[in-house]
C-alpha cells in the first residue's frame, strides 16, 4: 500500500515504524515527518496542520490510506477534506474529533449515552462559576473547554486556586478561545490509565492498555507535559474490566455520535480513573470513570502499544477507515513495553533546539529497543534536538522489569547538551 502518516512526533514514528514491520512491503510517506522517520519513509516539506497542502499531495499521489496522527488537523477537518477527493484516512472526521476538542461536548456526549464520569457544569460567566464550587469540594477541577496544548487543566487544592484558575480562562483570556467556556469538575480518584480503541463508525476494538506518567519529574513531581513515559499493558485495568470499558464507555459514546450522525471511524482514545476498592467513589457511583477523551492516538502511550501488536497493521487501519473492522485485526504479542521520554532541558517550560545528539548507532543496537524520534531532525549530516520531547526509547521484553531495564540500557547510550529523563517509569506497577 502507499500511506501517508501525518505528524512528526514519536507516536508517528511509531506508526511508520509499525506499518514498515508488515509482512507485505509499503511505499511509507510521512508529512512532516523527523529524523527518525527517514530510514522508513520519504519525509514531505508539509506540515501536520497544513490541510490543503496534505490535500493537494494526496490528490496528485493517490495514496491507498492517510494517518492522521495529531489532534489539531482532525479538528481543522483533514478528514473531511480527504474524503471529499475519495482519498482513504484513518481518523475521526472534524465533528468526531470535537471528542477532544471540546471538553463541554465530551462531557454532553458522555451525558447523553449514559458514560460514567466526573460530574461537571460549564460557565461563561465567571461569577456564577465560582459560585458553583462548593458543590464540588475540594480537591476541584477546572477545566478550559477547548484544545489548550495539555495546559487548560487546573487541578485546584484551595477555592483560592479554583477561583485565580477561572479568572485567567474568563476574565483575563489567558487561554484565548479555548477558555472561552469553562468547566469546573469533580475531582476523581484513583490511578489513570488509557484505552485507546480501534473504532470504525459502529464496532470498536480495545488495544491494549497502558499508563503515561504526566508528569515532568520522578515521583509524579512537577509540571504536566506531554507525558515523560508509558509502558503497556498497565496492571490497574484488569482482564475483568474490559468488556465492561467496551460496553459502558466506548461504545455508547460510538452509537450516540451516531445518532448525532457522526460516524466515528479512527482511534477513540479514553483517559480512565480507576478508583480502588475503598478509595473514594466518584458521584457516578462507578469505579471507573473517563477523564477524557482524545480523537488520536496517545502519545508516548503508541511507542508502548504498536510494539506489541502482530498482524497486518495497515489492513487493519484501512478496515477502520472502511468501516469493516474485525476483532481478528488486533493481535497482541505477549511481550510486554515499556518506553522512556528523552527530553530538552527546560521542558514543558522553554528550552533550547538544535543540540546535537550522540549514541543514537549504540542505543539501536541494544536488543529489544527501539529508539522513536519525537522532536528531531536532521542537519548538516547529523541528528539534532528540535523539540521539548526529543525521543522515545522503547524497550521490550517477556516482563515489565525486563522490558523497562532494556529501555534504559538505551537511554543511556544517548546524550545531547541538556538532555533528561525520569528514571520511574512503570513505578506504579512495581508498587503493586
Ligand atoms: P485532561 O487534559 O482532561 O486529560 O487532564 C489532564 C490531567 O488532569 C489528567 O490526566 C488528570 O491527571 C488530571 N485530571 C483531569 N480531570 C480530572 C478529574 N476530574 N479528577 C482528577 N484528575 C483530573
Ligand atoms: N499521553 C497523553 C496524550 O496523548 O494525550
Redesign the pocket.
Known amino acids: 500500500m502507499k500511506i501517508l502518516v501525518v505528524g512528526s512526533g514519536g507516536r508517528e514514528h511509531a506508526i511508520t515504524w509499525r506499518l514498515a514491520q508488515d509482512t507485505e512491503k509499503h511505499e511509507l510517506f510521512c508529512a512532516p515527518g523527523n529524523a527518525g522517520t527517514t530510514a522508513l519513509a520519504t519525509n514531505l516539506a508539509i506540515g501536520a496542520e497544513d490541510v490543503s497542502g496534505v490535500v493537494a499531495w494526496a490528490e496528485a499521489n493517490k495514496p491507498d490510506l492517510v494517518v492522521v496522527g495529531p489532534e489539531a488537523p482532525l479538528c481543522k477537518g483533514l478528514v473531511d477534506a480527504l474524503q471529499k477527493i475519495g482519498v482513504k484516512a484513518f481518523g475521526p472526521v472534524q465533528a468526531g474529533a470535537r471528542m477532544e476538542g471540546s471538553?463541554r461536548f465530551a462531557k454532553e456526549i458522555m451525558d447523553a449515552a449514559g458514560v460514567p464520569t466526573?460530574r461537571a457544569k460549564t460557565f461563561t460567566d465567571a461569577e456564577a462559576a465560582k459560585a458553583a464550587l462548593p458543590e464540588y469540594g475540594l480537591p476541584v477541577?477546572i477545566?478550559a473547554d477547548g484544545l489548550a496544548a495539555?495546559k487548560?487543566?487546573i487541578?485546584a487544592e484551595t477555592t483560592e486556586q479554583a477561583e485565580a484558575a477561572i479568572d485567567d480562562m474568563l476574565v483575563d483570556n489567558k487561554f484565548g478561545a479555548a477558555g472561552a467556556e469553562v468547566l469546573v469538575?469533580?475531582?476523581?480518584h484513583g490511578e489513570?490509565c488509557s484505552i485507546l480503541a480501534l473504532v470504525d463508525g459502529e464496532n470498536a476494538v480495545l488495544l491494549p492498555s497502558s499508563q503515561d506518567h504526566?508528569r515532568v519529574f520522578d515521583g509524579d513531581k512537577g509540571p504536566?507535559t506531554g507525558g515523560m513515559g508509558a509502558y503497556s499493558p498497565a496492571p490497574v485495568v484488569t482482564d475483568a474490566m474490559l468488556p465492561d470499558i467496551k460496553a459502558r464507555i466506548i461504545l455508547p459514546v460510538v452509537r450516540e455520535l451516531k445518532k448525532r450522525g457522526i460516524v466515528y471511524r479512527g482511534v477513540l482514545y479514553a483517559?480512565l480513573?480507576i478508583t480502588p476498592p475503598g478509595g473514594k467513589t466518584a458521584l457516578s457511583g462507578s469505579a471507573v470513570n473517563v477523564?477524557?477523551f482524545n480523537a488520536r492516538f496517545g502519545d508516548p502511550e503508541t511507542e508502548a502499544v504498536l510494539v506489541r501488536l502482530g498482524g497486518n497493521f495497515a489492513q487493519t487501519l484501512l478496515n477502520v477507515a472502511n468501516g469493516c473492522l474485525k476483532d481478528s485485526d488486533v493481535v497482541v504479542k505477549p511481550e510486554v513495553a515499556a518506553t522512556v521520554i528523552v527530553a530538552s532541558g527546560g521542558y514543558p517550560g522553554s528550552y533550547e533546539k538544535g543540540k546535537a545528539l550522540s549514541g543514537l548507532d549504540k542505543a539501536a543496537e541494544v536488543p529489544n529497543a527501539i529508539v522513536f524520534h519525537c522532536g528531531t531532525k536532521a542537519q548538516d549530516g547529523a541528528t539534532v534536538t528540535a523539540g521539548g520531547r526529543v525521543l522515545s526509547v522503547t524497550g521490550m521484553g517477556a516482563t515489565l522489569r525486563e522490558a523497562v531495564d532494556t529501555a534504559y540500557k538505551a537511554v543511556d547510550l544517548i546524550s545531547f547538551d541538556g538532555a533528561f529523563h525520569r528514571r520511574d517509569i512503570a513505578h506504579r506497577a512495581f508498587e503493586r
Open positions: 471538553k466526573g477541577v477545566k495539555g487548560g487543566v487541578v469538575e469533580e475531582f476523581l489513570e504526566k504536566n483517559g480513573m477523564v477524557e
